[in-house]
């Protein structure tokens, strides 16, 4: 087997194994789902089911583990003569692009996270992460030190923000704005230095 044959049946695994604890729990509900509910639904093992997720609420959730390094690599790889906000608003315009792209998991899925509290936790702390990793990276880009200089990790944070409330405003316009438009209006915000909304 081919090495990009090998990826694309992990990928359809790791999909399947998504839409099937999301869907499950869309019906029944998150207490009511179990793993081997879920690997059952995709027609895999439940052995096979923790080779890709490391539990329910993950499978659930069906986020990448390759988008943060995916996010960084795009972000380093951006022209230099862009600031590195500009930067980041590139990489996370491309981000929200893409997702908006799939139009049935994405919104299925802010769903079901609005659903369960315990999720939204879970979503939280992946996204903590993710703004970790990527502050490293604004530190590389602007020779600044994660953790002890703010800027590095405040920009990873505003950047965290602003597709966050993107997101609920999708999820509240019922998915039919663009989601990419949703996210440049907060980084315009943002970069305005969110002056007062006009009464």
């Not at 315990?118 to 996204?127: G, I, P, Q, T």
Request: aromatic fraction near 6%.
């Amino acid at each position: 087997m081919t090495t990009g044959l090998r990826e694309r049946k992990k990928l359809a695994t790791r999909r399947a194994l998504h839409e099937a604890a999301l869907r499950l729990v869309a019906e029944r509900g998150l207490d009511a789902v179990s793993v081997d509910d879920i690997a059952d639904r995709a027609n895999v093992s439940p052995r096979t089911f923790f080779n890709y997720f490391s539990g329910k609420d993950d499978a659930v959730l069906g986020l990448d583990p390759d988008t943060s390094p995916r996010q960084v690599a795009a972000f380093l790889a951006r022209p230099r003569d862009e600031t590195p906000v500009q930067a980041l608003r590139a990489v996370a315009r491309a981000q929200a692009a893409e997702m908006a792209t799939d139009t049935e998991l994405w919104p299925l899925r802010l769903k079901v996270i609005d659903s369960h509290p315990a999720l939204l936790a879970r979503l939280a702390a992946v996204f903590g992460e993710g703004e970790r990793v990527l502050a490293a990276a604004v530190a590389e880009r602007t020779g600044t030190r994660a953790g002890a200089d703010a800027y590095p990790t405040l920009l990873a944070g505003v950047a965290g923000v602003a597709m966050r409330t993107a997101l609920h405003r999708w999820f509240a316009g019922d998915f039919t704005a663009a989601l990419p438009d949703l996210l440049d209006e907060a980084w315009d915000l943002l970069s305005a230095g969110l002056p007062a909304p006009p009464r």
